[in-house]
């Protein structure tokens, strides 16, 4: 296995850092998940352009100086699946302050640009896609909008999402939600959330400390597709234990319904029409079962079918 890393491929085995990295201390580094799809037309990564849009701009919210420009990324990304010899896989493209000066300004620290590849299966277990998983709404909050940076994936920021999920585990729960500053829903400990309620889909807006997920927005043009309509909105907990579906996105969790909330059955304990029906349109475009309409797949080995970053 090879890892990418500041512009070559080392052997995975060579591919440490020194104990004064900044980021391991600090938490100063930025990072996106992708998934690459074995489809039928073989193998491609699923919104490639966006996710390495996102990792600079969360750079760029970081203060983090990147070496390497968007279309640099994107080809380090194909070139990695393909050296590796992947037919699926999870990919991990992570940018951080390295060794040199400690204290927490890191600005004179060299800036360190990783992807690596590697197996991955259901994220939030095998018989999640169908039967749902069981969650709690967790006592931490998401940090509020001038306590944090809730559009830039940072290293850092992931202790809360730590906490939560460590909490959700000890109580015997797959997942955790967590409120905002205003007590209102926010997101899952890595993941967006939608709540279909009396034939509505809402979903927390931007403001509600959430990452805007690329799955998520993938979600919401399906849900156009299919015609069916979403409300961006602020979720009040109690919408939760009433709702007739809910289910989590995200590159990992992909689509997965939720069947229960702090041990009360969401609906009829099951996954909902609705869920079902954007699964199998998701399922159908990643593994080119249908025609990839919206150009989200870039072929590893026909680079020349990128999608726009647009």
């Given at each position: 296995m090879l890892i990418w890393r500041n512009g070559e491929f080392v052997d995975w085995e060579k591919a440490t850092v020194h104990v004064t990295t900044h980021a391991l201390h600090y938490g100063s580094s930025v990072f996106e998940g992708i998934r690459a799809y074995r489809t039928k037309?073989?193998?491609?990564?699923?919104?490639?352009?966006?996710?390495?849009?996102?990792?600079?701009?969360?750079?760029?919210?970081?203060r983090i100086e990147v070496p390497f420009t968007e279309a640099q990324f994107n080809e380090a990304a194909l070139e990695i699946v393909r050296r590796n010899g992947h037919e699926s896989c999870?990919?991990?493209?992570?940018?951080?302050?390295?060794?040199?000066?400690?204290g927490v300004e890191g600005r004179k620290n060299p800036t360190e640009c990783?992807?690596?590849?590697?197996?991955?299966?259901?994220?939030?277990?095998?018989?999640?896609?169908?039967?749902g998983v069981d969650v709690q709404i967790s006592t931490w909050r998401r940090v509020a909008p001038d306590t944090g940076a809730s559009l830039?994936?940072?290293?850092?920021?992931?202790?809360?999402s730590q906490f939560i999920s460590m909490e959700a585990h000890d109580g015997g729960f797959t997942e955790g939600i967590a409120l905002d500053f205003n007590g209102t829903v926010s997101e899952g400990a890595g993941e967006n959330i939608f709540v279909v309620y009396e034939g509505t889909v809402y979903t927390p807006g931007i403001g509600s400390s959430i990452l805007n997920g690329i799955t998520r927005d993938s979600v919401i043009k399906l849900m156009g597709d299919l015609g069916m309509n979403v409300r961006f909105e602020a979720i009040p907990r109690d919408l939760l234990y009433i709702a007739d579906e809910i289910f989590f996105t995200g590159t990992a969790a992909e689509i997965t319904p939720v069947r229960s909330v702090?041990?009360?059955k969401v609906g009829k304990g099951s996954r909902g029409p609705i869920t079902q029906a954007l699964q199998e349109e998701f399922f159908a475009i990643t593994s080119g079962e249908k025609a990839d309409r919206h150009g989200w797949l870039?072929?590893?080995?026909?680079?020349?079918?990128?999608?726009?970053?647009g």
């Amino acid at each position: 296995m090879l890892i990418w890393r500041n512009g070559e491929f080392v052997d995975w085995e060579k591919a440490t850092v020194h104990v004064t990295t900044h980021a391991l201390h600090y938490g100063s580094s930025v990072f996106e998940g992708i998934r690459a799809y074995r489809t039928k037309q073989g193998t491609a990564i699923f919104r490639l352009q966006p996710h390495m849009q996102r990792l600079l701009n969360s750079a760029k919210i970081a203060r983090i100086e990147v070496p390497f420009t968007e279309a640099q990324f994107n080809e380090a990304a194909l070139e990695i699946v393909r050296r590796n010899g992947h037919e699926s896989c999870y990919m991990r493209p992570i940018v951080f302050r390295g060794a040199g000066v400690l204290g927490v300004e890191g600005r004179k620290n060299p800036t360190e640009c990783v992807i690596f590849t590697l197996e991955w299966g259901r994220y939030l277990g095998k018989e999640a896609i169908e039967q749902g998983v069981d969650v709690q709404i967790s006592t931490w909050r998401r940090v509020a909008p001038d306590t944090g940076a809730s559009l830039a994936k940072i290293g850092g920021q992931y202790v809360n999402s730590q906490f939560i999920s460590m909490e959700a585990h000890d109580g015997g729960f797959t997942e955790g939600i967590a409120l905002d500053f205003n007590g209102t829903v926010s997101e899952g400990a890595g993941e967006n959330i939608f709540v279909v309620y009396e034939g509505t889909v809402y979903t927390p807006g931007i403001g509600s400390s959430i990452l805007n997920g690329i799955t998520r927005d993938s979600v919401i043009k399906l849900m156009g597709d299919l015609g069916m309509n979403v409300r961006f909105e602020a979720i009040p907990r109690d919408l939760l234990y009433i709702a007739d579906e809910i289910f989590f996105t995200g590159t990992a969790a992909e689509i997965t319904p939720v069947r229960s909330v702090d041990r009360i059955k969401v609906g009829k304990g099951s996954r909902g029409p609705i869920t079902q029906a954007l699964q199998e349109e998701f399922f159908a475009i990643t593994s080119g079962e249908k025609a990839d309409r919206h150009g989200w797949l870039t072929p590893v080995y026909q680079t020349e079918k990128q999608e726009s970053s647009g």
